[in-house]
């Protein structure tokens, strides 16, 4: 409207008010825990992310490598290891998840699932995903 003026409905300091919750966002973001770098440079679509992510881990640990390496990486990674699961096959099941990343309003996660027998990788499989407000 012609003639507006600063504190008058509409003027510029109500749009800067519409920006204060934006700005918050971006300055708790900008605090947040980094991606582990193994789970760094993936697809923006979380779907795709996260078959690009399980299939970085499976050429990275293939069935057969060693489980100590995997847990030693993933430790200097940051991720949390869970404690082993039993299976219905007398293998353990085992997971670590990364997470905490606020981005905006959603709180980003990495999950690696593994079983192991005798010190090596018998099953793998990793995920990534998102859990928004």
């Known amino acids: 409207m012609i003639g507006q003026g600063c504190g008058e409905e509409g003027g510029p300091r109500v749009r800067a008010k519409s920006f204060a919750p934006l700005l918050a966002c971006l300055a708790l973001s900008a605090c947040a825990t980094p991606a582990p770098p193994i789970g760094r440079g993936l697809p923006r679509n979380f779907e795709d992310a996260s078959h690009a992510f399980d299939e970085r881990l499976r050429t990275r640990f293939p069935v057969g490598s ?3 390496d995997l847990v030693a990486e993933l430790s200097r990674e ?3 290891i869970g404690p082993a699961r039993p299976e219905a096959d007398s ?3 085992f997971s670590a998840i990364h997470g905490g ?3 905006p309003a959603c ?3 990495w999950v690696v699932i593994w079983a192991a027998q005798g010190g090596k990788i018998t099953r793998m499989r990793g995920s990534y995903y998102a859990t928004c407000l």
């Open 66 to 68: 060693s489980e100590a």
């Open 78 to 80: 940051h991720f949390k």
């Open 91 to 93: 293998l353990h099941e």
């Open 101 to 103: 990343e606020m981005f």
């Open 107 to 109: 709180d980003l996660t």
